[in-house]
């Protein structure tokens, strides 16, 4: 018997340390994307592909559906808005619990246009609102909204996150006039 003990130890070690090496990559890969922020002049990106590019980098599980409402639209941003896209989609796969469909739309306001990302998981609780775009390194590694909200800051747009617990997250981004455009389908 105490020579199982003494084989469940190293295995334990090996089991953690393999976790945080898989902390470092993810924080080395993000500290990476987000020295990228800036480097490429905004040009007018075309969000429904940009979604379609994110998609592929997240692969989120099978039973997640995507919908987009965004025909034409495109928005004048960092090339790196399909990073933000993947973030929000992977958060949702991974945080919504119950996630089973994320919904991409937009409303055009007096002020601008209204991106929303939704979802139909759980929802994110009043505590962890405070402090989503909080950047946490540490015991417990957190970068991903931070670099979406730095990145959308940066394109001269602002992010909130305006869901209700229980009912799913809702992140809407505000984007100026004069920053996005719809292309009409030319016949």
């Not at 379609?52 to 559906?65: F, G």
């Not at 139909?120 to 609780?125: L, P, R």
Request: aromatic share 6%.
């Amino acid at each position: 018997m105490l020579i199982s003990v003494k084989m469940q130890k190293p295995k334990l070690f090996i089991e953690k340390e393999e976790h945080v090496l898989a902390d470092i990559h993810h924080l080395i890969k993000n500290t990476q994307e987000y020295q990228e922020i800036g480097v490429h002049l905004p040009r007018w990106i075309p969000v429904e592909q940009s979604i379609r590019i994110a998609v592929s980098l997240v692969s989120p599980k099978e039973e997640i559906s995507i919908e987009s409402a965004l025909h034409g639209l495109e928005l004048y941003s960092d090339p790196l808005i399909e990073k933000i896209f993947a973030n929000l989609i992977e958060n949702a796969a991974l945080h919504g619990k119950t996630t089973r469909r994320i919904t991409f739309s937009c409303e055009e306001t007096p002020e601008g246009l209204i991106l929303t990302c939704e979802d139909d998981g759980v929802g994110i609780s009043p505590k962890d609102k405070a402090h989503l775009f909080d950047r946490l390194v540490g015991e417990k590694i957190r970068f991903g909204l931070f670099f979406v909200q730095e990145c959308i800051l940066l394109s001269g747009m602002t992010i909130a996150e305006t869901g209700k617990p229980g009912k799913g997250a809702r992140f809407e981004i505000t984007v100026p006039k004069g920053m996005y455009r719809v292309e009409r389908p030319t016949t």
